[in-house]
Nanobody, 120 residues
Framework: QVQLVESGGGLVQPGGSLRLSCAAS????????MGWYRQAPGKQRELVAS???????DYADSVKGRFTISRNNAENTVYPQMNSLKPDDTAVYYC??????????????WGKGTLVTVSS
């Protein structure tokens, strides 16, 4: 059973920075990319950034130039550094495989996430 644990969220002022962490344990297939998703109030969950096993990265247009992710393959951990945060970045952030891990019933599996609130 895969376990995903996100941490590092909190309240930050516009223009501030946060560094999140994600620890994945259980049955992990390294052929797939690991990344970060977010779900803002009233919006669908979206993929923000991902990193493949070989270190290549991909970012959503909304965060390019502001977010950077790194990965520790041995520890199955990814770290997003989020700079120049905007109120629109307010969301619950989730780490997961890309495509996401599945539950035994075939639905996408998600951890509890970590809340990032960008506000004055």
């Amino acid at each position: 059973q895969v376990q995903l644990v996100e941490s590092g969220g909190g309240l930050v002022q516009p223009g501030g920075s946060l560094r999140l962490s994600c620890a994945a344990s259980g049955s992990i297939n390294n052929i797939y990319a690991m990344g970060w998703y977010r779900q803002a109030p009233g919006k669908q969950r979206e993929l923000v950034a991902s990193m493949s096993r070989d270190g290549s990265t991909d970012y959503a247009d909304s965060v390019k130039g502001r977010f950077t992710i790194s990965r520790n393959n041995a520890e199955n951990t990814v770290y997003p550094q989020m700079n120049s945060l905007k109120p629109d970045d307010t969301a619950v952030y989730y780490c997961n495989r890309n495509p996401p891990f599945l539950t035994p019933s075939g639905m996408d599996y998600w951890g509890k996430g970590t809340l990032v609130t960008v506000s004055s």
